[in-house]
């Protein structure tokens, strides 16, 4: 199928194919250390060789996938350093990005910040009870709403890293959506930061979305020693 398509068509099949298996291991379906064998993959989402190798380097690069010598590929660990170091690049990074995004976004931007807002709204709370079906559509929101905030940058780089490094750090959140308790106003965190946001006040809107990120880490880091505890014990 993919040696006869068209140049178009073989773009158009890598991207969904890029996109299904960034989807599958931002989302747990595909968990931390799950060997990646061509053969399963073909058969999970009905392509050949070529588009599975070029998202799996894809997806090597951006740090969701480990790219072995002769190993083949699997799914990228995860542990508490790994997501404290994704959280100082976050922090650095999207700071950056959110100032200029505040400086730079114009009408339109600031239309688009609320409607995510709303359509993250009409979710709910993402909880273990609601399932893992209604917190993967929790988290596509929240990722939306995100960078949709930082979309007004007028950096394309800022942008792109942004995405990736939200990708890579949005497995954790869903990993304590699922295994842990969420006591926090998250919606309340949200909407605040859009406020915040949407007024052009950089000092404040910057503070939150530090206060934000930061708190979740802090939130999975806890759940992790926790459950550390439990195994020992």
Aim: net charge negative.
């Amino acid at each position: 199928m993919a040696e006869t398509a068209s140049p178009e068509q073989a773009r158009t099949l890598s991207a969904a194919v890029l996109r299904d298996l960034r989807d599958d291991i931002v989302n747990c379906r595909l968990r931390p250390g799950d060997k990646l064998r061509f053969s399963d993959l073909k058969a999970r989402y009905g392509v050949g060789l070529s588009p599975l190798r070029e998202a799996l380097q894809h997806l090597a690069a951006e740090g969701l996938v480990d790219a072995q010598d002769q190993r083949g590929f699997t799914v990228a660990a995860m542990s508490v350093d790994d997501l404290q170091d994704l959280v100082r690049m976050r922090l650095e990074i999207e700071s950056l990005t959110l100032t200029d995004a505040l400086s730079c976004g114009d009408d339109a931007w600031e239309s688009e910040v609320v409607r995510s807002a709303h359509h993250l709204r009409l979710t709910g709370p993402a909880t273990e009870q609601a399932g893992p079906d209604a917190a993967a559509e929790w988290c596509r929101r929240h990722k939306n709403f995100h960078m949709t905030l930082l979309s007004g940058s007028s950096s394309p780089r800022l942008r792109n890293l942004c995405d990736a490094l939200f990708d890579q750090s949005e497995r954790y959140r869903l990993w304590l959506i699922l295994h842990g308790t969420v006591a926090r106003d998250v919606e309340g965190e949200h909407d605040t930061l859009m406020d915040a946001a949407l007024a052009r006040d950089t000092a404040r809107a910057t503070a939150l979305l530090k206060q934000h990120i930061q708190q979740t880490a802090d939130e999975v880091a806890d759940l992790t020693a926790t459950q550390a505890a439990l195994a020992a014990a």
